[in-house]
Every structure is written in structure tokens, then in C-alpha cells.
């Protein structure tokens, strides 16, 4: 069972950025891939940025792309998700989210478990 915590959500104006992170524990974290998800009031949850295993392989959405970046850290058990270039348009609930494979996916339903999700917001 693994068990994800986020951090560093926040307000910040239109522009700006935020790094957000998600510590892991229980499980073997290098065996899991991960991913960050989003979700607006009154829109379905969505998909951010994926990470493999190894972190040599990454995904992203064309409407993030070239400002969002995920990494992660198998030694720390970390998963972060630097926002650049904010935009009103990417307030949301984002959430940590893994699977028990070493291989990346965007499909929400092949995440096992997630994170209780930190708030973004940004300001215009």
C-alpha cells in the first residue's frame, strides 16, 4: 500500500509559478510510476504530467507542455511538478497519483492510488 501526501499548492498571480510535491511511502517507490492529475469545479479530473519508473521518460498534455515539468527522486521517494507560466485556466485540485508499473500511462484509471490533492489557484 502506498500512501501519497502533497504540498505546495497555493495562490499566485497569472505568470507566476509554484513547485508542487508528492512525498510516498510504504511500497517500493522506484517501481511504481506516477503521475500528476488535475481537476476544476465542475470539470471532470485531468490528465498534467506523467513520470516512468526511472524518470527517463515523461508526458504531458499539449496545454502544459513547455511550462509544467515533472520529475522525481527514488532516493527521496519524491515526485515534484514545477509550474511555470501560470495561467487563471490551471486552477484546479492537482493530485499525486501512482501505479504498480514501471511504465508511464495517461489513463486516470491505471492509477492505484492517489494523494488527498492540494489547491491551485491563479489569480488574472
Known amino acids: 500500500q502506498v500512501q501519497l501526501v502533497e504540498s505546495g499548492g497555493g495562490l499566485v498571480q497569472r505568470g507566476g509559478s509554484l513547485r508542487l510535491t508528492c512525498v510516498a511511502s510504504?511500497?517500493?517507490?522506484?517501481?511504481?510510476?506516477l503521475a500528476w492529475f488535475r481537476q476544476a469545479p465542475g470539470k471532470e479530473r485531468e490528465f498534467v504530467a506523467a513520470?516512468?519508473?526511472?524518470?527517463?521518460?515523461?508526458y504531458y498534455p499539449a496545454s502544459v507542455k513547455g511550462r509544467f515539468t515533472i520529475s522525481r527522486d527514488n532516493a527521496k521517494n519524491t515526485v515534484t511538478l514545477q509550474m511555470n507560466s501560470l495561467q487563471p485556466e490551471d486552477t484546479a485540485v492537482y493530485y499525486c497519483?501512482?501505479?504498480?508499473?514501471?511504465?508511464?500511462?495517461?489513463?486516470?484509471?491505471?492509477?492505484?492510488?492517489w494523494g488527498q490533492g492540494t489547491q491551485v489557484t491563479v489569480s488574472s
Open positions: 510504504g511500497g517500493t517507490f522506484s517501481s511504481y510510476s
Open positions: 497519483a501512482a501505479r504498480s508499473n514501471i511504465l508511464a500511462t495517461t489513463v486516470i484509471a491505471q492509477y492505484n492510488y
Open positions: 513520470i516512468n519508473w526511472s524518470g527517463s521518460r515523461t
